[in-house]
C-alpha cells in the first residue's frame, strides 16, 4: 500500500499565523474568530429566531447570517464589538507578551 509522507508540525498557537497569515493579520482573526464564536453561541443558547437575534445585535437577519456562517472577512473588531455590546454583554480584553517564534 501506498501511503504519502505525513509530517506533522507543532502548532503555533494561532492557526492563521501556521496558515501563513503575517503575526498582525493573524492576531485581528484570531480576535475576530473569538467574538463571532461569543455571538454564535449566543444565539444558539438563545432560542432565538435569527431575526430575533439580529434584532437584539443591531443588525439585519443577513447581517447576523454572514457571522454565524463565519463570513469573518466582512467584520471588522469595532463591528463585532458593537454588536455583543447592544446585546448587553462586555468585551474584555488582556495584553500579554508573545512568545518567541522560531526562525524558519
Do not use: C, W, Y
Not at 500500500?1 to 493579520?25: C, H, Q, R, Y
Not at 480576535?31 to 431575526?51: C, F, N, P
Not at 454583554?89 to 500579554?96: F, G, P, Q, S
Amino acid at each position: 500500500m501506498n501511503t504519502p509522507d505525513t509530517t506533522i508540525e507543532k502548532s503555533s498557537g494561532n492557526v492563521f499565523a501556521d496558515l501563513g497569515f503575517d503575526a498582525e493579520e493573524a492576531q485581528h482573526l484570531v480576535l475576530r474568530s473569538e467574538l463571532m464564536r461569543a455571538i454564535r453561541k449566543h444565539v444558539e443558547s438563545s432560542g432565538q429566531t435569527q431575526q430575533q437575534a439580529a434584532r437584539l445585535f443591531g443588525v439585519t437577519q443577513p447581517r447576523l447570517n454572514m457571522v454565524l456562517k463565519g463570513r469573518i472577512n466582512e467584520f471588522s473588531l469595532d463591528a463585532l464589538v458593537s454588536m455583543l455590546a447592544k446585546a448587553g454583554m462586555r468585551v474584555e480584553l488582556k495584553v500579554k507578551k508573545a512568545p518567541a517564534r522560531k526562525a524558519a
